[in-house]
T-cell receptor, first 114, second 108 residues
Framework: EAQVTQNPRYLITVTGKKLTVTCSQN?????MSWYRQDPGLGLRQIYY???????DKGDVPEGYKVSRKEKRNFPLILESPSPNQTSLYFC?????????????FGPGTRLTVL | RKEVEQDPGPFNVPEGATVAFNCTYS??????FFWYRQDCRKEPKLLMS???SGNEDGRFTAQLNRASQYISLLIRDSKLSDSATYLC?????????FGTGTLLAVQP
């Protein structure tokens, strides 16, 4: 089944404790992206990657890191999480980077930072 | 001004009603347009793409007005299962821009 998977789905952690949210897609998509969703603010892009070893900042990259060593994986790293990073996170992938491409989302990771 | 704006709702409608959502976008160079549906605490999923000529999929009709820079979604004969948040999505170079969504609640 074609899909985007994320782990963990739920995470409660404490301020400053490094964490990684994994993301994997089995559709051979070039484009992958991370979003956070907060009430009243909608989906905001954190980072995106147009291909292996190519990553770029989205609209809200502060406090996050990503890597794209393989085409299928795009982990999101929070080196020192803070309470303002409590949010619902979605990984997404798409077959191309612009115009007309449908984007597929993972199931989401609900993160709480205490 | 937000790049993509939607009325957040909620739209409370009875079953069988027709409901319309509008969305405006600010970038005249936007290339592609979509409506996504998001159920509570779930991931957004593509409902339909929006074409300049307008397109229909069953009870759903999407329209694009490039001159006025707005997109619409019409749902006819609303079902309880249509209750969700509807996201307007606009494609610009290398990124998708999401509206904050319009909440639809269909009442029995």
């Amino acid at each position: 089944e074609a899909q985007v998977t994320q782990n963990p789905r739920y995470l409660i952690t404490v301020t400053g404790k490094k964490l990684t949210v994994t993301c994997s897609q089995n559709m051979n998509h070039e484009y992958m992206s991370w979003y956070r969703q907060d009430p009243g603010l909608g989906l905001r892009q954190i980072y995106y990657s147009m291909n292996v070893e190519v990553t770029d900042k989205g609209d809200v990259p502060e406090g996050y890191k990503v890597s794209r060593k393989e085409k299928r994986n795009f982990p999101l790293i929070l080196e020192s999480p803070s309470p303002n990073q409590t949010s619902l996170y979605f990984c997404a992938s798409s077959p191309k980077t612009s115009g007309g491409a449908v984007i597929f989302f993972g199931p989401g990771t609900r993160l709480t930072v205490l | 001004r937000k790049e993509v704006e939607q009325d957040p709702g909620p739209f409370n409608v009875p079953e069988g009603a027709t409901v319309a959502f509008n969305c405006t976008y600010s970038n005249s160079a936007s290339q592609s347009f979509f409506w996504y549906r998001q159920d509570c605490r779930k991931e957004p999923k593509l409902l339909m793409s929006v074409y300049s000529s307008g397109n229909e999929d069953g009870r759903f009709t999407a329209q694009l007005n490039r001159a006025s820079q707005y997109i619409s979604l019409l749902i006819r004969d609303s079902k309880l299962s249509d209750s969700a948040t509807y996201l307007c999505v606009v494609s610009a170079t290398n990124k998708l821009i999401f509206g904050t969504g319009t909440l639809l609640a269909v009442q029995p």
